[in-house]
C-alpha cells in the first residue's frame, strides 16, 4: 500500500457536512460542560476535606497529624527491569554537528 494519502473521489453533500459540524459542536459543548461538573465536583470534595481536617485539628492535633500522612499502602508502585542498557551495536551516535541545509535566494 503506498504511502501517500488517498484523496476522495466524490463530495459530501452540504447537508451532510452542516450535519458533521453540528454533531462535532454539541459534542464539544457536551464535554465542556462534563469538564465543568467534575471540576466543580472535585473542588467542592477538596473543600470539604478541608473543611473536616481545620475540625480534626480543632478536636486532636495527634488525630489530625495522623490524618495528614501520606497512606504508602494506599498506591503500591514496584519497578522493575534493568538498571542498564546495553548498547545498541554499530550505532553511530549524533555529535551534535548539522549541515545548514537553508535555500540561498540570490
Known sequence: MSSAIRKRSFQLPEEVK??????L???SHYKYQQHLAETTMIDEVMASQQHALEELRKVSE?????AIQLDQTLL???ARGPLRTPPI???DTPDGEYFNRTKKWD
Open 76 to 78: 503500591p508502585y514496584r
Open 89 to 91: 551495536q554499530d550505532y
Open 62 to 66: 495527634d488525630l489530625w497529624l495522623e
Open 25 to 27: 459542536k454539541e459534542w
Open 18 to 23: 452542516d450535519q458533521r459540524v453540528a454533531l
